[in-house]
């Protein structure tokens, strides 16, 4: 079988895809602002302001982007079918080749590359199987292998880092059943951050046995570009089973339905050395600000890479000014399997 590999200059037919979409508003893109708050008790930069966000070991630093648009409020919806003209669910992936948003496929894996048609990061895209395949059924091996060969691809271009994630099951932020891998280019997840803050893709810290700093449980392991699809499958096998057994430790025995579903909701994500799961138990948790509730923060995959989003400005500022409660932390406690033992087991 050949090897998987993706376009060598997918940097550029990505960029070229993207800037041309948003010219003809085929897409849309939604600028953010952005802060940088600490998960952990060092003190940090945020909009020239030093806060303090957690109760978490002084010797480390777990940084967390928080970024607000406020255009997200008035992001457009699907019009919704009348009861008498039942229609197929819109799936944007199905046959994209000759659309706006399409990039390039892999034919070797069964693949396509389109872009997200709602980008908060510039030239988000998405790896999605060609035939239908469930988002809730675990991945296959020419999943893991045609998203590194995408973040190999980004990687022999100038060294470009490209951040991977997948969201699955009901808690984890998934919003579309047709199976799909998002692939983000780490120097835009940097846009709007100062040349001298040290946010990094928090993945890449998360194979490191006893990672303090970090209030949620996740499974990692180093993987490499000399894996085959078969090895680098066995990693993402055993650190999914890993995350079952967390499940189980916490909450209970989970039955098994017996169709193929993944048993828990969970998060994936890839770098070019990393590959990590975190289970998931809720997609977000209410913000608060005095007493009372402000919105709700969801996070999916994008959590393990260290960022957030927040689409109201009073969420917004709750979470930023909101830092002697710890607030951030808490949320990112009750998503998971909460590491920090001042959390309740059951939540």
């Known amino acids: 079988m050949a090897p998987i590999k993706a376009p060598v200059n997918l940097p550029e037919l990505v960029k070229a895809a993207f800037n041309r979409a948003r010219v003809n508003g085929d897409l849309n893109y939604y600028a953010t602002q952005v802060a940088v708050l600490t998960a952990n008790s060092i ?39 009348q ?34 048609k709602f980008a908060i990061v510039p030239e988000h895209f998405i790896l999605a199987t060609k035939d239908y395949k469930l988002q809730t059924h675990l991945l296959e091996p020419n999943d893991l292998a045609a998203t590194y060969a995408c973040i190999e691809a980004y990687h022999q271009h100038g060294d470009s880092e490209l951040y991977a994630f997948f969201n699955s ?14 692939l983000l280019p780490v120097a835009q997840m940097k846009y709007g951050l100062p040349e001298s803050s040290k946010w990094d893709v928090l993945a890449k810290q998360l194979v490191q046995p006893q990672l303090m700093g970090i209030p949620f449980a996740t499974f990692g392991d180093k993987i490499h570009g000399g894996m085959s699809p078969n090895e680098l499958h066995a990693v993402y096998v055993a650190l999914f089973r890993s995350a079952v057994d967390a499940v189980e430790a916490h909450v209970g025995k989970l039955d098994d339905s017996g169709n193929g579903e993944a048993r828990i ?33 969801s996070l999916n995959g994008t959590v393990l890479a260290g960022t957030a989003l927040v689409k109201s400005e009073a969420e917004w500022t709750a979470l930023k000014a909101n830092s002697d409660s710890n607030q951030l932390v808490d949320i990112l406690a009750k998503i998971g399997i909460p590491k920090n033992p001042g959390h309740s087991k059951k939540l």
């Open 265 to 297: 909701s969970y998060n994936l994500a890839m770098t070019s050395n990393s590959l990590v799961v975190m289970p998931r138990l809720a997609e977000g948790h209410i913000i608060e600000e005095d007493g009372r509730s402000v919105g709700k923060l």
């Open 83 to 116: 009861a008498d003209q039942p229609r197929k669910p819109f799936d944007p992936f199905e046959n994209p080749e000759n659309g706006p948003l399409f990039i390039a496929d892999i034919p070797s894996s069964g693949h396509n590359l389109v872009l997200n």
């Open 169 to 182: 099951g009901q808690h984890s932020g998934a919003s579309q059943p047709h199976r799909h891998i998002q």
């Open 43 to 81: 003190p940090v930069s945020l909009s020239q302001t030093t806060v303090t966000l957690s109760r978490a070991a002084p010797d480390t630093y777990k940084q967390f982007q928080l970024r607000f648009s406020p255009a997200l409020a008035n992001k457009p919806t699907a019009p919704k079918s």
